[in-house]
């Protein structure tokens, strides 16, 4: 199973960008799809996630309102579409599959298969 995250790079305040994470080797539309980041010397948190057929999306409070996941299962793609993004979204953002139920989409230790993560940096 490989996951390959790609898009993140370096914006302004207020900016967007567009993460994309490309899956391979698993039947993709069997996995509940989230997306993790991690900012130097703190904890990896919850960020989004989107279930099996794409109906369902799930949001940190902190990304609610700026942040649109989505995926196309034909693709085999999971996105994440960031806006208004301020420097505390600087960070590593990783994307995963799992096989959570609804009330467990936010936890980590429930997705499987992890990609190596792509680092969005904003300045001030």
């Known amino acids: 199973v490989q996951l390959q995250a790609s898009g993140g790079g370096l914006v302004q305040a207020g900016g967007s960008l567009r993460l994309s994470c490309a899956a391979s080797?698993?039947?993709?539309?069997?996995?509940?799809m989230g997306w993790f980041r991690q900012a130097p010397g703190k904890e990896r948190e919850f960020v989004a996630a989107?279930?099996?057929?794409?109906?369902?999306?799930y949001y940190a409070d902190s990304v609610r309102g700026r942040f649109t996941v989505s995926r196309d299962n034909a693709k085999k793609t999971v996105y994440l579409q960031m806006s208004s993004l301020k420097p505390e979204d600087t960070a590593a953002y990783y994307c995963?599959?799992?096989?959570?139920?609804?009330?467990?989409?936010?936890?980590?230790?429930?997705?499987?298969?992890w990609g190596q993560g792509t680092q969005v940096t904003v300045s001030s």
């Open positions: 080797g698993l039947t993709f539309g069997n996995y509940v």
């Open positions: 995963a599959a799992g096989t959570p139920a609804a009330s467990g989409v936010r936890r980590g230790s429930l997705y499987a298969y």
């Open positions: 989107v279930s099996r057929g794409g109906s369902g999306t």
